[in-house]
């Protein structure tokens, strides 16, 4: 089950995912995951899935009726569908092993939830990692931030919800890149290492079709007086409980 370089991380007492080096996940992937947690029943995809970890989490909790877990890389695919193979997880999630322009050409796919955590820097910007997996992960070198939101309209239903986060540099193209796609920016919070600190990340919802009308959530603190906030308490100990 596990090759050379992965090892098993639990998401909670009775769910773990494998990961290794180059695919895991980090304390983003967990506050996507919350953020952007589907209703029970709700058909959804995972753009850049990586080893799986945001559908896992969804499915912990939500039970949504159907996750797929869209990743172009052939290891993190491989991860993804064995960690699915060992919690049991075959009628929930799909891991598709393809490019998400590709998956978004399906018809009639009506999504209610679509979340992506993308590479965080633009292509040709800062010096990117000679490692693939790493360089794919951080730089736009496969897919665009424009081409990933326009897929997620696609595949959207009329009133489904797209999620994301990203670099605070990135909010203004990420917010005209929704608009031209038909996602109305709805939902935004701004994630703050500690106080008295600048934002280093933020988390959006956009609906397909969607009103103009945005709510600014309070800021979220990752720690306060020098320790863990309550609000990461609250999403740390959901994670590790397995209810997130």
């Not at 098993?8 to 996940?25: D, G």
């Not at 945005?214 to 590790?240: N, T, V």
């Amino acid at each position: 089950m596990l090759l050379e370089g992965e090892h098993l991380e639990p998401l909670s007492r009775s769910i773990s995912v494998i990961v290794s080096r180059e695919h895991h996940f980090t304390t983003d992937t967990i506050l996507l995951a919350a953020f952007s947690m589907p209703k029970s029943g709700d058909r959804c995809a995972d753009f850049g899935s990586g080893c799986g970890t945001i559908p896992f989490l969804w499915c912990s909790r939500a039970n949504p009726q159907k996750v797929y877990a869209v990743e172009l890389q052939d290891s993190a695919c491989s991860m993804a569908k064995r960690s699915v193979v060992l919690n049991g997880w075959e009628q929930r999630i799909e891991v598709c092993h393809q490019d998400l322009r590709e998956f978004a050409e399906q018809k009639g796919l009506e999504l209610d939830v679509v979340a992506c955590n993308p590479p965080y820097k633009a292509d040709g910007a800062g010096l990117q990692n000679p490692e693939e997996a790493k360089r794919l992960a951080r730089h736009e070198c496969s897919c665009t931030l424009e081409e990933i939101i326009a897929a997620a309209a696609r595949v959207l239903r009329w009133g489904g919800k797209f999620f994301l986060c990203q670099r605070p540099e990135r909010l203004c193209d990420v917010m005209l890149a929704m608009r031209n796609h038909g996602l109305e920016p709805k939902r935004l919070q701004c994630v703050h290492p500690r106080e008295h600190t600048e934002p280093n990340l933020f988390l959006i919802e956009g609906r397909r079709g969607g009103k103009p009308g945005m709510r600014i959530e309070p800021p979220l603190l990752l720690e306060e007086g020098g320790k863990l906030s309550q609000r990461m308490a609250e999403i740390y100990g959901d994670y590790k409980e397995g209810h997130l």
